[in-house]
């Protein structure tokens, strides 16, 4: 059996070895994707991203019970930072993940970013592929929490949960362009401290100055039923309250979870759900799948670019020639770049 067939068999051991080989990159691991794709864009993939501390992993590990409550099996990528003396991931998050480690029915793979920016790894989507071919139900892909510009993973999962906690930061640093305008849904972690109703509030007026209503959700914030999950998200989030309506564009819930103790995630996991059936009915999950397999099919060719560059041309071999030149001052780098394109250029059209 090769992997390919292990894999859509669900085999566990094909599953490792190619999972390996796929974070290696290179040929046997294109073959790989390749054999799979047509098993893929079968579960829905929800990624979790937010600053360091804000209790990502704890929440994924809650949300993935959810999930196992209703009987759906869970692959989890946990992208981490990479170690400086090992390259690989340090593995905090899944230490974290503990509790739903030993579940059969879940997967964990930790993944090091590699030098790579934007808050996930080189090959995280081709990992997120590997799971729904083997069959996972649902796909969370936890970034490594850089901040402002982790943005990837809008790219990559189809709903994108930010996570936020009551010392995220101010007023001002709540309104920033860049990860909050990203998002799908906001969680509130940590929402039993002090400050949680302040910054809840101040996203929903961010959220609504984006809407040119900015003050529609503040009211139900005077509430006494419950300090994590208010009126206006049960309103939303019944299942006998209004349907979803696909020709209005969604509107980003603002949850409270306390994720040590599980409060708030079946809420959470609710409005992923309902977030799905929205992105299905309007026809934007086809649209975000269509722009995603553009963006990755542009990588793939960047990245096999770069090699035939480096294996089939004189490149490197013409840099190595002109870098004492660029060392001395008595070329520029553009200078030697723009001589090394033309000479690839001349061997090309050869």
Known sequence: MDLVDGILKADSRS????????????????????????????????????????????????????????????????????SPFTGGALLGDRIRMESVSLDPHVFIRSM???????????????????????????IIVETVGVGQTELDIARTAETTVLVLVPESGDGIQTLKAGVMEIADLYVVNK???????????EV???????????????????????????QSDRKRLQPDGPAVRPSEPWEP???????????????LAEALD???????????LVERRRRRLAARTRAVLERGVQRWLVEATRAEELLRQRLDEVTDGRRSPYDVAAEILDQVKTGVAR
């Open 15 to 82: 599953m490792a070895r190619a999972l390996s080989i796929i974070e290696s990159g290179g040929h046997q691991a294109q073959e790989i994707l390749k054999g799979i794709f047509s098993k893929t864009g079968r579960g829905v993939v929800v990624g979790v991203t937010g600053p360091p501390g804000s209790g990502k992993s704890t929440l994924v590990d809650k949300l993935a019970q959810a999930y196992r409550k209703q009987s759906k099996s869970v692959g989890i990528v946990a992208v981490d930072p990479t």
């Open 253 to 267: 819930p603002v949850l409270g979870t306390v994720a040590s103790t599980g409060q708030g995630v079946d809420e």
């Open 112 to 138: 090091a970013t590699r030098g790579a920016h934007g808050g996930l790894a080189t090959t995280t989507e081709e990992v997120a592929d590997l799971l729904e071919a083997f069959g996972f139900q649902r």
């Open 191 to 201: 929402s039993d401290r002090l400050g949680a109703d302040k910054l809840r509030q």
């Open 204 to 230: 929903e007026v961010m959220l609504g100055i984006r809407r040119g209503n900015a003050f529609r959700h503040v009211a139900p914030h005077h509430r006494s039923d419950s300090r994590t999950v208010g």
């Open 274 to 284: 309902r977030h799905h059936v929205y992105l299905e009915a309007s026809g934007q």
